[in-house]
């Protein structure tokens, strides 16, 4: 929706994740759709997925070959930029079923599975036992990597949050991990405020309610619990100071999402 209803210049540009979804042809008349209702998110989605690639793209050319995706979905990295990707190993995790179905779409649309994507299934909250699948299937701790995470924390419990992170902050030093987090609705702009509230609403009606909201300090406490060396918050107004600035159509992400970024 960016690609076809923004102006650019694109903050990404990602045309396959559509065909890979393929939804029905009506998608666009959907409520969750609307292009004005969605400016927000729309822009907050793919600031955070350019800020991921950029970060990823930058610790590549330094050496780092290891990039793990948690809750990967259906992320298109690995097929839109091989360039970067393939010379890589990078691992994506997620819930048995939608990366099945994500593995078929992939086959379907002929990219395939390449040796250099290892596709891990896992559920967080209930499955400790995520870092040793990511081990078995070729993850080096001792080497250094990129671990990112969008839009999944929001859906975990802080238990689940904490014990993802622990072994994370076991990585090689020089690893990065980006990872977003929702923060409670007091500390939105207020106009932002009864929005958010009804996404809320919604998404407890569809039986996936936002469970984990953390302050800033509360984030950072989080990542010095679990053994990170260093930790900062990056905001939604970095993210526009990046990717936004000169805009003249008032595309902007929405203040509720934020990044912890931490290294080991």
Not at 202 to 227: K, N, Q, W
């Given at each position: 929706?960016?690609?076809?209803?923004?102006?650019?210049?694109?903050?990404?540009?990602?045309?396959?994740?559509?065909?890979?979804?393929?939804?029905?042809?009506?998608?666009?008349?959907?409520?969750?759709?609307?292009?004005?209702?969605?400016?927000?998110?729309?822009?907050?989605?793919?600031?955070?997925?350019?800020?991921?690639?950029?970060?990823?793209?930058?610790?590549?050319?330094?050496?780092?070959?290891?990039?793990?995706?948690?809750?990967?979905?259906?992320?298109?990295?690995?097929?839109?930029?091989?360039?970067?990707?393939?010379?890589?190993?990078?691992?994506?995790?997620?819930?048995?079923g939608?990366?099945?179905?994500?593995?078929?779409?992939?086959?379907?649309?002929?990219?395939?599975?390449?040796?250099?994507?290892?596709?891990?299934?896992?559920d967080?909250?209930?499955?400790p036992?995520?870092?040793?699948?990511?081990?078995?299937?070729?993850?080096?701790?001792?080497?250094?990597?990129?671990?990112?995470?969008?839009?999944?924390?929001?859906?975990?419990?802080?238990?689940?949050i904490?014990?993802?992170?622990?072994?994370?902050?076991?990585?090689?030093?020089?690893?990065?991990?980006?990872?977003?987090?929702i923060?409670?609705?007091?500390?939105?702009?207020?106009?932002e405020?009864?929005?958010?509230?009804?996404?809320?609403?919604?998404?407890?009606?569809?039986?996936?309610?936002?469970?984990?909201?953390?302050?800033?300090?509360?984030?950072?406490?989080?990542?010095?619990?679990?053994?990170?060396?260093?930790?900062?918050?990056?905001?939604a107004?970095?993210?526009?100071?990046?990717y936004?600035?000169?805009?003249?159509?008032?595309?902007?992400?929405?203040?509720?999402?934020?990044?912890?970024?931490?290294?080991?």
């Amino acid at each position: 929706m960016h690609v076809e209803i923004d102006s650019p210049p694109h903050v990404l540009v990602d045309e396959l994740g559509l065909r890979l979804a393929a939804p029905d042809d009506d998608w666009r008349r959907r409520p969750d759709m609307d292009p004005r209702a969605t400016r927000g998110y729309r822009a907050g989605i793919v600031a955070r997925a350019r800020f991921i690639e950029d970060l990823v793209t930058e610790e590549a050319g330094h050496g780092i070959g290891q990039y793990v995706i948690l809750g990967a979905g259906l992320d298109t990295f690995a097929q839109r930029r091989p360039e970067i990707a393939s010379h890589l190993r990078v691992f994506e995790v997620d819930q048995p079923g939608p990366q099945a179905w994500k593995r078929q779409r992939l086959i379907e649309l002929g990219f395939g599975i390449p040796e250099w994507l290892r596709l891990v299934s896992v559920d967080f909250e209930t499955d400790p036992s995520w870092w040793e699948r990511l081990v078995a299937v070729g993850f080096d701790a001792s080497r250094p990597a990129v671990v990112a995470s969008a839009g999944v924390t929001l859906y975990l419990t802080r238990d689940a949050i904490a014990a993802t992170l622990r072994p994370i902050a076991t990585i090689a030093p020089g690893s990065t991990l980006a990872m977003t987090f929702i923060l409670p609705l007091e500390l939105l702009d207020p106009e932002e405020r009864p929005q958010q509230q009804d996404v809320q609403k919604s998404a407890r009606a569809a039986g996936t309610p936002f469970i984990s909201f953390f302050s800033p300090p509360e984030v950072l406490s989080l990542a010095s619990d679990a053994g990170f060396t260093q930790a900062k918050v990056v905001y939604a107004a970095d993210l526009i100071q990046c990717y936004f600035t000169g805009r003249t159509d008032g595309l902007r992400p929405s203040s509720g999402e934020a990044f912890l970024v931490a290294t080991t």
